[in-house]
């Protein structure tokens, strides 16, 4: 089970951290990807990370203001966000796949996913 946690309303230029505790999966052989669906929108990857042993992969849109970490001893991902745009605005979701070097940033290779935690940024 994965539990995504940590959006809200925003003031673009402002940081967020969001998490993803994830509860009944062998943590360690999972890799772990942060998606976002704005309304209307295809669901998008933005970040993963292999958890074996954490390389970390970024889609172009987000990457330098979009950092995802693992704390191995909480079996949390997080998903550190700054300089957020209105653009940023959507639902967030996390995803689990393993085994984790299957790693990605496609929707449709991930297992497992939690319900989602909405950012949105205003202007």
């Known amino acids: 089970q994965l539990q995504a946690s940590g959006g809200g309303l925003v003031q673009a230029g402002e940081s967020l951290r969001l998490s993803c505790a994830a509860s009944g999966l062998t943590f360690g052989g999972f890799a772990i990807g942060w998606f976002r669906q704005g309304r209307g929108k295809e669901r998008e990857g933005v970040a993963c990370i292999n958890r074996s042993d954490s390389p970390t992969y970024y889609s172009e849109s987000v990457k330098g203001r979009f950092t995802i970490s693992s704390d191995n001893a909480k079996s949390t991902v997080y998903l550190d966000i700054k300089s957020l745009k209105p653009e940023d605005t959507a639902v967030y979701y996390c995803?689990?796949?393993?085994?984790?070097?299957?790693?990605?940033?496609?929707?449709?290779?991930?297992?497992?996913w939690g319900q989602g935690t909405q950012v949105t940024v205003s202007s």
């Open positions: 995803a689990a796949v393993s085994p984790s070097y299957l790693y990605s940033l496609r929707p449709s290779d991930y297992d497992y």
